[in-house]
């Protein structure tokens, strides 16, 4: 088991199920969030060392959480997911992390936070 705790927070519930899946078969440790809202509540939120996170959610987007969090002085590597092509979100969350784009296949989140947390 990786000691690597990964966040999934993604609005749609058939994503968080699928990657939660996906991502504890590959040895991850895994919690999973409906919101960035429910992700800012997690007591354990330093102890995170990846999120798994989709840019565009009702409330709070990916983008914003990720502000939140460098507004708190937590740092955790992002690897943006997104089904929309929208330059300026999608340019913004390059600056930030790793983006992918749905659907993408399991190899290619799993090279995404393999890069991102051995960073």
Do not use: W
């Amino acid at each position: 088991m990786h000691p690597t705790l990964i966040a999934i927070i993604d609005d749609d519930e058939a994503v968080r199920e699928s990657l939660l899946d996906l991502l504890e078969v590959s040895g991850y440790s895994v919690v999973t969030f409906a919101s960035a809202a429910d992700f800012l509540a997690f007591p354990r939120i330093r102890d995170t060392k990846c999120l798994v996170l989709d840019i565009s959610m009702p409330g709070m987007s990916g983008i914003d959480l990720c502000n939140e969090l460098r507004r708190r002085n937590i740092t955790i590597p992002v690897v943006f997911m997104t089904g929309h092509a929208q330059d300026a979100l999608i340019k913004e969350a390059k600056r930030t992390g790793t983006c992918l784009f749905k659907p993408f296949a399991g190899g290619e989140l799993r090279s995404a936070i393999e890069a991102a947390v051995t960073v």
